[in-house]
């Protein structure tokens, strides 16, 4: 109680330099704070986006589909399958996929196109593909008709009702064709994908490759979002690993995987940077704070203090002075950051066009998780904790005679 | 018996080309009851020859034995320890803890020791008001004169219940009301309570209350006188 008292004390008896001191670990966390969230939240919005744009949390396949992605690496959709899948809790909803590549035509047109067979509402759950819709009806179970992605019935001129000719391979070999009425257009905000994606009901699909009830993929997503990799390693020991294949979304796009790691790499080395002219700033203070008060520490090891004992002063005293720095900052940032997290900051002009061409929403969102409050404050106990060795060292060291010439 | 034995103690410094003896072979002894003051001029070894005594220098050669225990024998630890529950030390410039009032000053000591806080308080008070400052009790140095500080210091040294003070130039920044003030106050309980109090000092109205005088010279004794009480 002692030693914290004259602790507290000690801080203000030099108020400008504690506030200078604590405001610099304040700025430090505040900053890193607001840095990391917006960061975070970027990477958040991007996963969430891919995995719900198409690949899910993660994938079953028939092994060897993701390297070679041809209609006869498919999986039977059996009764077992399902069994298993549902014996996992976690799993909320699948989506099971027959999806290939095939000419698609309309009149004078023909373009490449990827023809996903899917169950309407399952893939729904999944990707929210009822939400993309611009114009027409979502499709039913078993539909015989066809949607278009927006930019592809543009190439092809085709529009509501009208009729879709595909043609393309099957099922080993098997020549697939089938006519299928438009029954609605979806939008893709991603270029590419709007370019080329035609869904059909999964029997259809499977009609049209000759591939009765074949699947080419079943897309998994989770309400736990946090624990895919350990449900899809569950998965995994559940299935025959000779015939099926378990991948999360990272293993299936490891370019994006790449992506974040670089940009978050980057991230921390400003962080580390702007840690440590922080860490610099603390150690100024530390030896400043020693060199005036060397005498009085001399004197009180001369009246019986232990060193210990007065280190431990010392110490509690950078204790202080970090945590006032690391509160104020944490409950600063808090509100603002909790403001985005609710209202993310929507981009504009070319940023959002960029987002969008990306197949990501305008939008900058923040993350709202208490691991990265958790680090940034555990960052600035590692930087004090450094900064302490140099009154642990110096008071070891100190000879109260020394101490008391000065 | 004595309580302080010095044999054949010597401090040389290095520091520089020349060896300095800055205590150069001396022989002295204490007994418990004595108000005695080591005098010398600048430079004579006399604050050595106290920081010596006081375990807060090593001797080059030589001992000190304080009740029996060889003080030079004790690792660093230990002397500390030793230094807080046998010797009051009464610095020149106060040094006492500028965060902390009188009170917490003087009940700091004991607080080290370990006594529980209803004993520290009431010696505490007690030892504050003994040297005229019961009414300062939560007072911080820096709203102390140099005389109040210096009898704070007084009182803390008493507080561990020291075998004997030292104290190194104790009037050497007072002025000759806080001098005065603060000799009765040591003499008193050097009489009264039996204190054992060495000085080391230069100012002849602390030689004048003495009642042993060493004189120092080169970091040697060279006279050692007791005088009789007036």
């Not at chain 1, 080395?269 to 400043?288: D, E, K, R």
């Amino acid at each position: 109680m002692e030693i914290i008292k004259i602790a507290w004390r000690n801080l203000w008896r030099n108020k400008r330099r504690t506030l200078i001191t604590s405001s610099s670990v304040f700025f430090a966390i505040f900053l890193a704070l607001l840095m990391r969230a917006f960061q975070l939240g970027s990477y958040d919005l991007m996963v969430v986006n891919i995995v719900h744009a198409y690949s899910g949390y993660f994938q079953v396949h028939a092994t060897g589909y993701w390297d070679d992605k041809i209609i006869n690496n498919t999986f039977e959709y059996t009764p077992e399958i399902i069994t298993r899948i549902n014996e996992i809790p976690e799993i909320t909803s699948y989506a099971p996929r027959l999806e290939s590549f095939a000419l698609g035509s309309y009149g004078t047109q023909t373009k490449g196109v990827m023809v996903n067979g899917v169950i309407p509402a399952e893939e729904d759950k999944l990707t929210g593909l009822h939400k993309k819709m611009v114009e027409g009806e979502y499709l039913t179970s078993d539909d015989d008709g066809a949607l278009i992605s927006q930019k592809l019935s543009q190439y092809l001129k085709i529009g509501i009702g009208d009729t879709l000719v595909l043609i393309g391979q099957g099922y080993h070999g098997v020549s697939a064709a089938g006519v299928y009425p438009v029954r609605g257009i979806v939008h893709f905000p991603s270029p590419e994908l709007d370019g080329r994606m035609i869904f059909l009901s999964l029997p259809a699909s499977q009609a049209l490759f000759s591939a009765e009830n074949m699947l080419t993929s079943l897309a998994f997503n989770l309400d736990d979002t946090k624990n895919y990799k350990r449900v899809a390693q569950h998965l995994k020991q559940e299935l025959d690993p000779e015939l099926y294949e378990v991948m999360t979304w990272e293993e299936m796009m490891p370019d994006v995987v790449q992506q974040i790691q670089s940009d978050n790499a980057s991230g921390l080395i400003m962080l580390a940077i702007l840690y440590m002219i922080v860490g610099f700033g603390i150690f100024g203070t530390t030896l400043m704070m020693f060199s005036e008060r060397i005498r009085e520490f001399g004197m009180m090891i001369a009246i019986g203090m232990q060193k210990f004992k007065l280190i431990r002063i010392v110490v509690t005293e950078l204790f202080f002075i970090g945590l006032l720095g690391v509160v104020a900052g944490i409950v600063a940032a808090i509100p603002l950051l909790y403001y985005f997290f609710l209202n993310p900051i929507p981009l504009t002009g070319e940023l959002a066009e960029a987002s969008i061409n990306m197949g990501f929403e305008p939008i900058m969102p923040v993350a709202w998780e208490p691991s990265y409050f958790i680090a940034q404050a555990m960052t600035v106990c590692i930087i004090l904790l450094v900064v302490m060795l140099l009154p642990v060292v110096k008071i070891s060291r100190l000879t109260p005679i020394n101490a008391l010439r000065r | 018996m004595n309580i302080i034995e010095i044999k054949d103690l010597k401090k040389i410094y290095n520091d520089s080309e020349v060896a300095v003896h800055a205590v150069n072979g001396v022989d002295l002894s204490f007994k418990q009851g004595e108000f005695a003051a080591i005098v010398g001029p600048s430079g004579s070894g006399k604050t050595t020859l106290l920081n010596l005594i006081g375990g807060l220098d090593v001797p080059s050669e030589g001992s000190i034995r304080i009740d029996g225990v060889n003080i030079g024998e004790l690792s660093s630890r230990k002397l500390i320890n030793f230094r807080l529950n046998n010797i009051g030390f009464v610095f020149q410039s106060y040094n006492l803890i500028p965060v902390l009032t009188a009170y917490e000053n003087v009940e700091f000591i004991m607080s080290l020791q370990g006594y529980d806080k209803d004993k520290r308080h009431s010696r505490t008070v007690e030892l504050l008001k003994s040297v005229g400052l019961g009414d300062r009790l939560n007072s911080r140095p820096n709203k102390l004169s140099g005389g109040e500080q210096q009898r704070v210091a007084v009182a803390r040294a008493l507080a561990s219940k020291p075998k004997f003070i030292l104290a190194d130039e104790p009037t050497a920044n007072l002025d000759s009301k806080s001098t005065s003030n603060l000799l009765d106050i040591m003499e008193k309980l050097n009489r009264e309570e039996n204190i054992t109090f060495i000085f080391s000092t230069h100012d002849q109205r602390v030689v004048n209350k003495a009642r042993r005088v060493i004189q120092v010279e080169d970091g040697k004794v060279i006279s050692d006188e007791a005088i009789q009480s007036p």
